[in-house]
């Protein structure tokens, strides 16, 4: 199993960036995906998640309105786009798979890919 994360880069404050997680190895429609992030000296968290059939997304409330997940199950990829983005963005950006439902807890995801740098500064 495996899941890489692509597409990170500097970025000015307001600009965008569209993160992909390409997976393989697994049946990647039976997985929902999360994108979590970490900054330096700070703990791992929440962005966001995608249902299986990718039907149903839930995003943390510092992106909501700004990121939108989406995903190609022909393709087994999964994609972050981000708009309007903010030094707070700063952090190294991760995909991760669980079987079966979604989760914004990152303790329930059972695959990582490793991490995208995103850095937001002018």
């Known amino acids: 199993v495996q899941l890489q994360a692509s597409g990170g880069g500097l970025v000015r404050p307001g600009g965008s960036l569209r993160l992909s997680c390409a997976t393989f190895?697994?049946?990647?429609?039976?997985?929902?995906i999360g994108w979590f992030r970490q900054a330096p000296g700070k703990e791992r968290e929440f962005v966001s998640t995608?249902?299986?059939?990718?039907?149903?997304?839930l995003y943390a409330d510092s992106v909501k309105g700004r990121f939108t997940i989406s995903r190609d199950n022909a393709k087994n990829r999964v994609y972050l786009q981000m708009n309007s983005l903010k030094p707070d963005d700063t952090a190294d950006y991760f995909c991760?798979?669980?079987?079966?439902?979604?989760?914004?807890?990152?303790?329930?995801?059972?695959?990582w890919g490793q991490g995208t740098l995103v850095t937001v500064s002018s």
């Open positions: 991760a798979a669980r079987p079966g439902s979604y989760s914004v807890r990152y303790q329930n995801y059972d695959y």
């Open positions: 190895g697994f049946r990647f429609d039976d997985y929902a």
């Open positions: 995608i249902t299986r059939g990718g039907g149903s997304t």
